[in-house]
């Protein structure tokens, strides 16, 4: 059985996450101790329980310690078989980081899997739930992976409400993917939203991120706007390159103007593309366990290696020993998986 430590690094959520996941698809036992043993309210928080209860029915895992407030959690996993799955984290706890921890073991199980999950899509510490459907999952298919998204409803903070259906078709395994240059921008997409919100803070975030993004061709901005039982706003852009998809968020705060919000996530952008790097900074934690786990190597440019991607790389180190070489390419770092 592995043995993790879950204070270790950035010593967050993304441990256990990480654990979970490559634990089910690898069929190799863990147990996490010192889980956030660093954090104000150390132990598992409530947030973390449905990613773990997920992943253990998607793989019928036994486990034990799995509690508010426990340090401990012991994960004995079994087969990933598919089928339909419904979940329900709770007034506005992630649904994005329900199905970051639940993707790659559907990716690899024997059948074709459905996630309903309810819960928060638009909320602080997570990528929303367009990020997912818009670069998450695109550069998903670029490993020979078939999923898509359905989002029924948006849930914000505190109240919740959102509700996902994601529909995830077997893999039979993953290819390895070289994303080694961005290649030409050809167009940007994005999604302005509000819910319960006047009509004119979507159309005020859409125009300030394409008057920002004025330099570049084909740029489609999205309006959302919508009625449900929480209140917010937010943007998210991808940009279509080449060789990759890049994106970036920004999400509605009481006293951020709408104008803000759109031309701060087009300057976000804006500065990674400049940089030359093939994934964001969100896509970084995201994309590796895909790495880890696909077939002839893959290799990434990143213009921040952050102690999330740190922590992230050494916990699936734990299940591969050795897999990545991280090198300097000029002012990019390149991580490549052997």
């Known amino acids: 059985m592995l043995e993790i430590d879950g204070s270790f690094g950035e010593g967050g959520g993304q441990i256990l ?3 979970v996941s490559l634990s089910a698809v690898t069929g190799e036992p863990v147990r996490i101790t010192n889980i956030r043993a660093r954090r104000p309210n150390p132990g598992l928080a409530p947030s973390h329980l449905t990613s773990i209860e997920a992943v253990a029915e998607l793989c019928d895992a036994e486990v034990d310690g799995l509690y508010p407030g ?8 079994r087969q990933l078989t598919g089928g339909d799955f419904e979940f329900d984290v709770g007034t506005a706890g992630s ?9 790659l073991p559907a990716v690899l199980s024997k059948a074709r899997v459905t996630l309903n999950v309810k819960g928060g899509t638009d909320v602080r510490w997570s990528p929303p739930i ?31 409400g959102g509700e996902v259906t994601v529909d995830i078709a077997p893999s039979g395994g993953l290819t390895g993917l ?21 009509e004119h803070i979507v159309s005020r975030m859409k125009h300030s991120a394409i008057k920002k993004l004025i330099d570049i ?5 999205e309006g959302d706007l919508r009625k449900g039982p929480s209140t917010g706003a937010g943007i998210v852009l991808a940009a279509q390159c080449e060789h990759t998809v890049i994106g970036a968020t920004r999400l509605g705060a009481k006293g951020v103007r709408a104008e803000e919000l759109g031309e701060n996530a087009a300057s976000d952008l804006i500065e990674t593309i400049g940089s030359g790097a093939t994934v964001d900074e969100h896509m ?11 077939h002839g190597g893959s290799s990434i440019l990143t213009d921040d290696l ?24 000029g002012e990019l770092a390149e991580i490549i998986a052997i």
């Open 17 to 19: 996450r990480t654990s």
């Open 70 to 77: 426990s340090k401990e959690l012991t994960f004995k996993p």
């Open 95 to 103: 649904v994005s980081l329900v199905l970051t921890s639940c993707i």
């Open 130 to 160: 367009d990020f997912l459907s818009s670069v998450h999952i695109p550069l998903l298919g670029r490993f020979g992976a078939s999923c898509s998204i359905e989002t029924q409803s948006r849930g914000f903070y505190p109240e919740g």
């Open 178 to 198: 070289r994303l080694v240059e961005q290649g030409r921008v050809l167009g940007i997409n994005g999604i302005a939203y509000a819910q319960n919100l006047p």
């Open 217 to 221: 061709e084909n740029v489609k901005i």
């Open 284 to 294: 970084l934690d995201q994309i590796l366990p895909y790495m880890a786990v696909a």
């Open 306 to 329: 952050t102690e999330h991607a740190k922590t992230n790389m050494w916990v699936i180190e734990k299940y591969f020993p050795g897999k990545f070489n991280v090198s300097k390419r």
